[in-house]
């Protein structure tokens, strides 16, 4: 029986322990509840609104906490914030956080000094006819909506045994006094009668099922931890002992047993990681903020291996986690791993190959100072990068721009920005349809993602080039035949941004185009249309994930960025931005290979002169990672009726020199016809 409280109770107790509530729902099993900023019984701040790790019933004061797994009542909460004299004690209370911290911090102590730790003083193993129950139940009909979700996030029946992973329910019955009374278990049964009114319980409001996450260690089962089917609610037997799962999985007579051993955040990433094939793996059990002394703890069985590939999830949390393992573990032996999507689940969940994880667990960063390495573990990487004749490249047959640029390489990332309107985006199109015919018999291929223009517009300028002259002065059968010629190129297209669109999306498709098309060249246009409305940590982020797939693909990715700021070059006609001006500066010059400029000039109200078919136009590449390539820049015309670009002088001349060069005579023909106004084929 639940002894209720009054809100004023429960409110002058959070005043007294300096605690604030910062957001309040309702619950249909608990009624109203209380939020805290801080839980204290491990101190986890909650940074962000509707985390809802630490709440407490107004009514009953009942509280739970998600992080640490600690459940009690209004008398407890008072105890572990030094407003309740700890000499007292309710009737049937159980031990408290304190006292297993206590207990905890103790036997860290017995372990330095050379002893062990004293676990069964604290906590006892729990009875394993739970653990096998519920994994008996997975396996019946009303486990089905469990086995069923387990099998959505990738994971195959063997892995589910091997684990024994099982089903669990939590069931709340409400009584028409207020009193609410639940049961969690693989088969839960009605109460009876309420302790309160003597009426018997009906049917449960409320059923929610759970698939039970079993943490055993040396035959014996520690603890259980519990996840929703719907929604994200998660639960763990109270009073366990909080022990990294998996132990078992890095024992000295594990199966498999390297000096390698991969550390994740949950406990499903952990199973993951083991179907991917990496058999020596654990994770932590109390969530990510708790990860030093969690890892401090089983320092001793963790000793043994040479290499910890640390797994956490990718995003602040999983980074903070990592440096906390890493001061525990030492910066000598540990790597962080980094993943294609959030953690190890979500990747097996989407279908990322095994061959792509095994390559991120290849090039996991390590956290050493100093790799120190005699030079004959050098010789190798001489014999990789030692090509008398050049890096490989394709050439574009446009000799300034080559010669300044030194060709496309290989896995690099590349920067194209410049003014609205300065024709960044046709230069992007224009270096898509060359590389197609240089590349047409190299068994590789081409990727044109058309975000803002759409593929339909984006088809119709690649005609306008492959045609040397606009759609709308082509006969039909003329359309068609360039169509039909730009078609066999080659080159596929990706469609324009929705609202249902996501980032791993976009990742996923490139990899998949790499595998299945052969992709080698990726021209995204643009990088704000697909990083809009996110924060500038993530932009960063998005950034990093574009390079590391160039390394892990070999695709040549090429990203139309848009600058924050303008300024006019030397000539005082020309746009010019530079890499600080883009939004995630810093990211582009950490990571970008190639940053081109594309400019032209402008009049007084900033305006691209159109007189002439023959536009004046600068290509400068403001920076070239690759000793083949060198900064400059070279003076182009691009021709407005053949959309294309071509050099003025096979030369490289020093920036804002353009407005003095020469150009070649306009095509007087081709403006007569660019001028008509007769009607579009399509239209006639």
Same mark, same amino acid.
């Given at each position: 029986?639940?002894?209720?409280?009054?809100?004023?109770?429960?409110?002058?107790?959070?005043?007294?322990?300096?605690?604030?509530?910062?957001?309040?729902f309702?619950?249909?099993?608990?009624?109203?509840?209380?939020?805290?900023?801080?839980?204290?019984?491990?101190?986890?701040?909650?940074?962000?609104?509707?985390?809802?790790?630490?709440?407490?019933?107004?009514?009953?004061?009942?509280?739970?906490?998600?992080?640490?797994?600690?459940?009690?009542?209004?008398?407890?909460l008072?105890?572990?914030? /030094?407003?309740?004299?700890?000499?007292?004690?309710?009737?049937?209370?159980?031990?408290?956080?304190?006292?297993?911290?206590?207990?905890?911090?103790?036997?860290?102590?017995?372990?330095?000094?050379?002893?062990?730790?004293?676990d069964?003083?604290?906590?006892?193993?729990?009875?394993?006819?739970?653990?096998?129950?519920?994994?008996?139940?997975?396996?019946?009909?009303?486990?089905?909506?469990?086995?069923e979700?387990?099998?959505k996030?990738?994971?195959?029946?063997?892995?589910?045994?091997?684990?024994?992973?099982?089903f669990?329910?939590?069931?709340?019955?409400?009584?028409?006094?207020?009193?609410?009374?639940?049961?969690r278990?693989?088969?839960?049964?009605?109460?009876?009668?309420?302790?309160?009114?003597?009426?018997?319980?009906?049917?449960?409001?409320?059923?929610?099922?759970?698939?039970?996450?079993?943490?055993?260690?040396?035959?014996?089962?520690?603890?259980?931890?519990?996840?929703?089917?719907?929604?994200?609610?998660?639960?763990?037997?109270?009073?366990?002992?909080?022990?990294?799962?998996?132990?078992?999985?890095?024992?000295?007579?594990?199966?498999?047993?390297?000096?390698?051993?991969?550390?994740?955040?949950?406990?499903l990433?952990?199973?993951?990681?083991?179907?991917?094939?990496?058999?020596?793996?654990?994770?932590?059990?109390?969530?990510?903020?708790?990860?030093?002394?969690?890892v401090?703890?089983?320092?001793?069985?963790?000793?043994?291996?040479?290499?910890?590939?640390?797994?956490?999830?990718?995003?602040?949390?999983?980074?903070?986690?990592?440096? &906390?393992?890493?001061?525990?573990?030492?910066?000598?032996?540990?790597?962080?791993?980094?993943?294609?999507?959030?953690?190890?689940?979500?990747?097996?969940?989407?279908?990322?190959?095994?061959?792509?994880?095994?390559?991120?667990?290849?090039?996991?960063?390590?956290f050493?100072?100093?790799?120190?390495?005699?030079?004959?573990?050098?010789?190798?990487?001489?014999?990789?990068v030692?090509?008398?004749?050049?890096?490989?490249?394709?050439?574009?047959?446009?000799?300034?721009?080559?010669?300044?640029?030194?060709?496309?390489?290989d896995?690099?990332?590349?920067?194209?920005?410049?003014?609205t309107?300065?024709?960044?985006?046709?230069?992007?199109?224009?270096?898509?349809?060359?590389?197609?015919?240089?590349?047409?018999?190299?068994?590789?291929?081409?990727?044109?993602?058309?975000?803002?223009?759409?593929?339909?517009a984006?088809?119709?300028?690649?005609?306008?080039?492959?045609?040397?002259?606009?759609t709308?002065?082509?006969?039909?059968?003329?359309?068609?035949?360039?169509?039909?010629?730009v078609?066999?190129?080659?080159?596929?297209?990706?469609?324009?941004?929705?609202?249902?669109?996501?980032?791993?999306?976009?990742?996923?498709?490139?990899?998949?185009?790499?595998?299945?098309?052969?992709?080698?060249?990726?021209?995204?246009?643009?990088?704000?249309?697909i990083?809009?409305?996110?924060e500038r940590?993530?932009?960063?982020?998005?950034?990093?994930q574009?390079?590391?797939?160039?390394?892990?693909?070999?695709?040549?990715?090429?990203?139309?960025?848009?600058?924050?700021?303008?300024?006019?070059?030397?000539?005082?006609?020309?746009?010019?931005?530079?890499?600080?001006?883009l939004?995630?500066?810093?990211?582009?010059?950490?990571?970008?290979?190639n940053?081109?400029?594309?400019?032209?000039?402008?009049?007084?109200?900033?305006?691209?002169?159109a007189?002439?078919?023959?536009?004046?136009?600068? &290509?400068?590449?403001?920076?070239?990672?690759?000793?083949d /390539?060198?900064?400059?820049?070279?003076?182009?015309?691009?021709?407005?009726?053949?959309?294309?670009?071509?050099?003025?002088?096979? &030369?490289?001349?020093?920036?804002?020199?353009?407005?003095d060069?020469?150009?070649?005579?306009?095509?007087?023909?081709?403006?007569?016809?660019?001028?008509?106004?007769?009607?579009?084929?399509?239209?006639?």
């Amino acid at each position: 029986m639940v002894r209720e409280v009054t809100p004023d109770e429960v409110q002058a107790a959070f005043d007294q322990g300096g605690c604030k509530v910062v957001e309040t729902f309702n619950s249909s099993s608990r009624g109203r509840q209380f939020v805290l900023d801080r839980a204290p019984c491990c101190g986890y701040e909650q940074k962000q609104k509707g985390e809802r790790k630490f709440s407490i019933a107004e009514n009953s004061g009942l509280w739970n906490c998600l992080k640490c797994g600690t459940s009690g009542n209004l008398f407890h909460l008072k105890r572990l914030m /030094g407003v309740l004299d700890q000499a007292f004690k309710p009737i049937n209370a159980g031990p408290t956080f304190a006292t297993r911290q206590g207990t905890v911090l103790r036997d860290q102590e017995r372990v330095r000094r050379g002893g062990h730790a004293s676990d069964t003083e604290a906590h006892k193993p729990l009875d394993m006819r739970l653990i096998t129950a519920m994994e008996a139940e997975l396996w019946k009909p009303r486990g089905k909506v469990v086995l069923e979700y387990l099998r959505k996030r990738g994971f195959t029946d063997e892995t589910i045994k091997y684990w024994r992973l099982g089903f669990t329910e939590r069931a709340v019955w409400k009584c028409g006094c207020g009193m609410v009374e639940t049961k969690r278990g693989p088969r839960v049964s009605a109460p009876g009668m309420c302790g309160k009114c003597g009426e018997t319980f009906g049917d449960p409001v409320e059923v929610i099922a759970f698939a039970a996450v079993p943490v055993t260690w040396d035959g014996q089962a520690w603890l259980v931890k519990y996840r929703s089917v719907e929604g994200k609610r998660f639960e763990r037997e109270a009073g366990c002992r909080s022990v990294l799962y998996g132990l078992d999985a890095i024992g000295a007579d594990a199966d498999g047993r390297t000096d390698q051993v991969v550390i994740c955040e949950s406990e499903l990433d952990a199973v993951s990681m083991w179907q991917y094939g990496h058999h020596v793996v654990c994770s932590l059990t109390t969530g990510a903020p708790a990860a030093a002394d969690h890892v401090a703890e089983f320092r001793e069985q963790l000793a043994a291996f040479d290499s910890v590939l640390i797994c956490m999830d990718m995003d602040e949390p999983g980074d903070e986690a990592a440096e &906390a393992i890493v001061s525990v573990l030492g910066k000598h032996r540990c790597a962080r791993v980094q993943l294609p999507h959030k953690d190890a689940n979500k990747c097996l969940e989407l279908g990322v190959s095994k061959e792509t994880v095994d390559g991120r667990l290849q090039a996991a960063t390590s956290f050493a100072v100093n790799a120190v390495q005699p030079f004959s573990a050098y010789k190798e990487q001489l014999w990789q990068v030692w090509n008398p004749g050049g890096t490989p490249c394709v050439k574009l047959d446009s000799v300034p721009v080559d010669r300044l640029w030194g060709g496309m390489r290989d896995g690099e990332l590349t920067i194209v920005t410049g003014d609205t309107g300065s024709g960044k985006s046709t230069w992007c199109k224009w270096l898509a349809l060359r590389v197609a015919k240089i590349v047409e018999h190299q068994h590789r291929s081409v990727l044109v993602g058309a975000f803002e223009d759409g593929m339909a517009a984006t088809v119709r300028v690649l005609v306008n080039m492959q045609g040397l002259k606009p759609t709308a002065k082509m006969r039909r059968e003329e359309a068609e035949q360039y169509f039909d010629d730009v078609a066999r190129l080659p080159m596929f297209g990706m469609g324009e941004w929705s609202d249902q669109s996501t980032f791993d999306g976009l990742m996923d498709s490139i990899e998949w185009g790499v595998r299945r098309y052969g992709l080698w060249l990726v021209v995204l246009d643009h990088f704000h249309w697909i990083v809009d409305n996110e924060e500038r940590e993530t932009i960063s982020r998005r950034v990093k994930q574009l390079k590391q797939l160039t390394k892990d693909t070999g695709v040549h990715i090429v990203l139309v960025v848009h600058p924050t700021k303008l300024r006019y070059g030397k000539n005082g006609v020309e746009i010019m931005p530079d890499l600080n001006d883009l939004m995630g500066s810093s990211e582009f010059k950490k990571y970008a290979d190639n940053v081109w400029r594309i400019s032209r000039p402008r009049n007084e109200h900033r305006e691209v002169e159109a007189e002439e078919t023959r536009l004046p136009a600068t &290509a400068t590449l403001l920076k070239c990672r690759h000793e083949d /390539g060198t900064e400059g820049s070279v003076p182009l015309h691009f021709n407005r009726y053949e959309l294309n670009y071509i050099p003025v002088v096979e &030369a490289q001349v020093e920036e804002g020199s353009l407005a003095d060069a020469e150009l070649p005579p306009s095509n007087k023909a081709q403006d007569k016809l660019f001028d008509d106004k007769d009607e579009p084929f399509w239209n006639k």
